[in-house]
Nanobody
């Protein structure tokens, strides 16, 4: 049974930083991609950042502010979020693609003064 456990969300003021973590437990064969999505109230879930062998992807809205990284030995993926804006407020979900697709339970990020 694969589980993704996220942590690091919370309330932060505009301009602040947060670091999200997602640890995958269980046996996962051949991870192809690890990614972070987010879903704001009333909006569709969107891809924020992804890391694959040899490269990373960022949504235009977070380029230069967010950094995705991965610890392959621990099947853990991180999202460092700097210069946060109110429009970054959303539930952030971890995603792992291997033979199957796995999702975390989500962690709330609120950017507000």
């Amino acid at each position: 049974q694969v589980q993704l456990v996220e942590s690091g969300g919370g309330l932060v003021q505009p301009g602040g930083s947060l670091r999200l973590s997602c640890a995958a437990s269980g046996v996962i064969f051949r991870i192809n991609r690890m990614a972070w999505y987010r879903q704001a109230p009333g909006k569709q879930r969107e891809l924020v950042a992804a890391t694959v062998s040899g490269g990373t992807y960022y949504a235009d809205s977070v380029k230069g502010r967010f950094t995705i990284s991965r610890d392959p030995a621990k099947n853990t993926v991180f999202l460092q979020m700097n210069s946060l804006k109110p429009e970054d407020t959303a539930v952030y979900y971890c995603n792992v693609d291997s033979v199957s697709r796995y999702w975390g339970q989500g962690t709330q990020v609120t950017v507000s003064s």
